[in-house]
């Protein structure tokens, strides 16, 4: 029996599968250029926290500065426990950070967001809650699923 390739498009109530980043290469220049400039010129929080992150110090986990999830420019990003570790500083737009969050988490990335002020007045808890979070165990289906029921109660 031959098989073919057909491509149907989904009917009316059914789940269509989740898009992906879909990146042009021309925004994805422009994000390595961004991380590259926001590595050379670190905010003083970056630096603590970084401090406190570099070279395995958390579990012997690896840390990224300044790494490109998806779409998203991360300040910090543990990709073998599918953690983003985020800083807003005061002048932050709070729906910029939210649907980043949000898109980070519909993919089944747990994001951690601090405020740069918290890291320069007690980066201890800060790695603390961090340690918390790379600990607990984690399941990115799960994470999904969860993240997606909560942003849709959130709509409502």
Do not use: Y
């Amino acid at each position: 029996m031959k098989k073919t390739l057909t491509i149907r498009t989904p009917e009316a109530g059914e789940r269509t599968a989740p898009k992906s980043w879909g990146l042009t290469g021309e925004r994805l220049e422009r994000l390595k250029t961004r991380a590259r400039e926001e590595r050379r010129h670190p905010t003083e929080a970056e630096l603590k926290l970084w401090d406190h992150l570099r070279g395995g110090q958390i579990g012997g986990l690896k840390f990224n500065r300044k790494a490109i999830v998806g779409s998203v420019l991360a300040d910090f990003a543990c990709p073998s426990r599918w953690i983003v570790v985020n800083l807003s500083n005061a002048a932050a737009n709070a729906e910029v950070d939210s649907l980043q969050d949000r898109k980070l988490a519909e993919t089944g990335i747990r994001v951690l967001r601090f405020g740069e002020a918290d890291v320069l007045a007690d980066p201890d808890r800060v790695v603390d809650a961090i340690k918390s979070e790379v600990n607990k165990p984690f399941d990115k289906r799960t994470a999904q699923r969860e993240a997606a029921a909560l942003f849709a109660a959130q709509e409502d």
